[in-house]
């Protein structure tokens, strides 16, 4: 069963910066696809960014394009997310999740592994 660890997580003020990771183990992590999502109090899990098997594509939700970036090391098992100019609006549970293909995907229901979430919280 593959299994899915996020770190990184915390307390950061706006406009501070928090770097993400999720190490996979299981499976075939380097043939698939990889995404972030986050989910705030009484709201739904919403995408934030997704990248490919290789790593050179990737897609970002309109709110963070500019100021996140998805990355991934196939040789650690490991996808990351840099998080920059973070705004309170960011904060959230984020959580990453595999997809069982190469490609990218956008809704809940396009990913089959989920780890167990890392919290931040940007506030002043």
């Known amino acids: 069963q593959v299994q899915l660890v996020e770190s990184g997580g915390g307390l950061v003020r706006p406009g501070g910066s928090l770097r993400l990771s999720c190490a996979a183990s299981g499976g075939t992590f380097s043939s698939k696809a990889m995404g972030w999502f986050r989910q705030a109090p009484g709201k739904e899990r919403e995408f934030v960014a997704a990248?490919?098997?290789?790593?050179?594509?990737?897609a970002y939700e309109d709110s963070v394009k500019g100021r996140f970036t998805i990355s991934r090391d196939n040789a650690k098992n490991t996808v990351y997310l840099q998080m920059n100019s973070l705004k309170p609006e960011d904060t959230a549970v984020y959580y990453c999740?595999?997809?069982?293909?190469?490609?990218?995907?956008?809704?809940?229901?396009?990913?089959?592994?989920w780890g167990q979430g890392t919290q931040v919280t940007v506030s002043s």
């Open positions: 990248i490919n098997w290789r790593g050179d594509n990737t």
């Open positions: 999740a595999a997809r069982a293909g190469y490609g990218l995907g956008f809704r809940n229901d396009e990913y089959h592994y």
